[in-house]
C-alpha cells in the first residue's frame, strides 16, 4: 500500500478585498515526493506555501500534515507547531553562531549529538570543512547551502520551499538544487516547492502542479505536462510555440500543412493548432519541390526563411510560409540558411496539440 500523503490540502481559497488569489486549491504529497507549484508572477503560489506554513490564514478549506487537521474553519495550529521546514529565498543565517551552531539550532540532543548530525549535514552540502567559521567568511552561495542545511537538520517531514535557488547564478544553482534534492530525498520529506521558472519545476520535481490566476490548472509528473498540456497557454508557458489557426469544418481544419483533425469540435469552431519549434521538420527546396507527403508529418509546406540566430546549443530559424504565418523553427548545432533562402517545413503530427480557441469574454 503506498504511504499516506503527508501533505493533503482540500479547497483551499484565500480571498484579498474580495478577489480569490488561491481559488479552490487540493493536492497531495507523499513521502518523499517532490512537487513543484509552477506558474507566473503572481498567480498565488506563495500565498497557498504561507497559508500551509501557517503564517496566512484560509477563508477555506483545510490542511492536513503528515495526516493530522492543522487547519480548518473552526481552527489554524500556530506555524511553530506544524513541524514543517521552511526555506526561502531571503533566507537569514544567525550572524553571531558559527556554521555548526546555525545548522544544531534547532535540534535536541547533547552537544556531541548536535555537531554530529551538523557535521554530517554539511559534509552532504560539500560544507564539512567550514564548520567552525562564520556566516560572514562563507561566499553566498556557501550560506544558502548552510540555510538548507538547517532546514533539513531537525528532519521535517514536509518542507516548504519558496524560490530558494533564485539569486544563485546558474551553474552554482544546478549543483545546490541536485545535492539539495538528494539530501531530501535521503531523508523522505515531503516537499513542495514554489517556483516561476518551468526549468527548474522540470528539474526538480515528481510532480508539476502548474497554477493560474489562483487555480491549480493541470498536475502532472513533468514529461506529462510538457508533452500533454492541457491548453495553449500551459503549452507555451514550458517553451516558445508556433500557433497556427484554423476553423473546423466536417472535424477537420485545414492549414498549410494540410488536413488536421479536430475530433468533438463543432463546425465553425476557431481552433488553434500548437507546434513547439523543435518539431518543426525542415527540408531543402529541391527546384521548388519538397519532400513528399508522409502519414508522420502530413503536408509539407513551403516558407523562406527571414532569419537565422546561432544561440548556443541550437540555431533559432525563423520561417514566413508562402501561405500565412511566420514559424520558428529550432535545429541543434549552427545552421544558419540567408535570409530569402526557400526551404520546406512539416510539423509532426504526433507533437501537435489542437486547443479550441478561448472565446473573448
Ligand atoms: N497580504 C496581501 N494583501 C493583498 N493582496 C495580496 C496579499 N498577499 C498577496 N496578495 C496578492 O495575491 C496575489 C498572489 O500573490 P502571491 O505572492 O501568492 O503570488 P506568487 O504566485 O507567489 O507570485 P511571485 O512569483 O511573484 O511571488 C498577488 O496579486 C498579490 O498582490
Known sequence: MP????????????RFGGRAVVDDVSLSIAPGQVTCLLGPSGCGKSTTLRMIAGVDRPDAGEIRLDGRLVCDAARSVPPEDRGVGLMFQDFALFPHMSVADNVAFGLSGSRAEKRARAQALLGRVSLDRHIDAYPHELSGGEQQRVALARAIAPRP????????????????RDEIRDQTLEVLKEEGTAVLLVTHEPQEAMRMADEIALMREGRIVQTGAPYNIYNNPVDREAAGFFSDINVISGEVNGALTQTPFGQFLAPGVPDGTRVDIVIRPQHLRIDFDRAGRGPNPTPQDGTPARAVVERARFIGRESLVEFRLEAGPCLTATVPSVFLPKPGTPMWLAIRRDRCFVFPQAKES
Open 157 to 172: 517531514r514536509v518542507m516548504l520551499m519558496d524560490e530558494p535557488f533564485s539569486g544563485l547564478d546558474d551553474r552554482l
Open 3 to 14: 504511504d499516506a500523503p503527508r501533505v493533503q490540502i482540500a479547497g483551499l481559497t484565500r
